[in-house]
């Protein structure tokens, strides 16, 4: 090997300090921000995609479980209604009583009392209101037969059976054929011999010995005569509920988004509250239909079966997309009448409606058992 062959080969292998210097050039630098870009852009995007899928799987167990838990809550009130008043005597009468709160004080008439009341809104969109009633008293599920003639407003009542009545009890008087029924409060624990209980005098407050305070009194208002055999029906306690003539009243509605009992909520992003009854209009126990009607008379609350409710349930998040349909249907194949429609704003929201059937028990055992 020659001198300068050695010196070529030397050269060849000698590093250059300017290009070692020279770093990345700016077609490099470029490729390099774009991969780095849209390797952000990805993970980026699949980080939004997976909080929207958050949010929606939140909202959607927020709205599953305030569906479940308010469709129970409702329901077992309805499972009570006309629990200790649902006999054939109580059902669809106008009832006497009188009352000393501050709001409303004096002789009134309840109309078509019943186990309970349909107050219908004015379209699809508009919740209804769903008022139950039914006794406290858990000693009398059933009412006591008259053993004479009582005259309203007079103090002593002549019953067959005085179990489950105590002093304080709001009662109520009634006789199948009689349109009107008379609601009295006993005075005093069931006197001995007889089957004698007496009740309050107008203006006289009750301490009650089972519940230990004062509440509203009743004063049978108006001459009423109830022939033996007519029944007393004990629906227990007088009501916390403010203003209340009889025991137990729930009043179920949906206002501001909220489900609420006697005022009160008991659950969040609540939009609409439906409710039908089952009735046998043939009355042959194979013909049934679905109406939204109260019962007026003594033939139409013998028809009825079964009340079914929808409750609407709204994600609490907007959407920025449409993301439901204009329409909802509350049950299968609803008729206008109970199809909601929905805004452009409204369809930004998620819905779920909460379908739920419930036997009127009570109102069943009474209407075709034979119940007084």
Do not use: H
């Amino acid at each position: 090997m020659t001198a300068s062959t050695t010196l070529r080969l030397a050269a060849m292998y000698t590093t250059n300090p300017r290009r070692q210097m020279a770093g990345f050039s700016l077609i490099e630098l470029l490729v390099a921000l774009g991969v780095g870009i849209l390797a952000l852009l990805a993970v980026t995007t699949a980080l939004v995609n997976a909080d929207q899928q958050r949010r929606v799987t939140v909202s959607g167990g927020d709205a599953q479980s305030t569906g479940i838990l308010s469709s129970y809550l409702v329901e077992r009130d309805i499972r009570m209604a006309g629990f200790g008043m649902s006999g054939l005597a109580a059902l669809s009468c106008n009832t006497l009583t009188y009352n000393d709160s501050t709001v409303t004080t004096g002789a009134q008439t309840i109309s078509n009392f019943g186990p309970f009341r349909i107050t219908a809104g004015a379209n699809a969109n508009t919740p209804d209101t769903l008022t139950i009633r039914y006794s406290t008293s858990s000693q009398r599920p059933a009412g006591a037969a008259l053993t004479s003639t009582y005259t309203a407003p007079g103090t002593t009542v002549a019953v067959a059976n005085r179990t489950g009545f105590c002093a304080g009890d709001v009662v109520l008087i009634a006789q199948q054929g009689n349109a009107t029924c008379t609601l009295g409060q006993l005075s005093a624990s069931p006197a001995t011999g007889a089957g004698n209980m007496t009740l309050a005098a107008g203006n006289t407050a009750t301490v009650s010995p089972c519940l230990g305070v004062a509440r509203t009194r009743y004063s049978p208002a108006g001459t009423q005569v109830y022939a033996t055999n007519a029944q007393v029906y004990n629906l227990g306690q007088q009501s916390v509920v403010a203003n209340s003539n009889f025991l137990v009243t729930n009043v179920y509605t949906v206002a501001n988004n909220l489900l609420t009992q006697n005022g009160a909520a008991i659950a969040e992003n609540v939009v609409n509250f439906k409710v039908q009854l089952l009735g046998d209009t043939t009355n042959s126990g194979t013909t049934a239909a679905w109406t939204g009607a109260q019962p007026n008379s003594l033939a139409t609350w013998q028809q009825v079966r079964a009340i079914r409710m929808a409750i609407v349930v709204r994600s609490p998040t907007q959407e920025k997309a449409t993301v439901s349909p204009a329409s909802l249907a509350l049950w299968d194949n609803a008729p206008a009448a109970y199809t909601m429609t929905l805004s452009a704003t409204q369809q930004r929201y998620r819905y779920k409606v909460y379908q739920t059937i419930v036997p009127l028990r009570n109102l069943i055992w009474t209407t075709n058992g034979g119940i007084l």
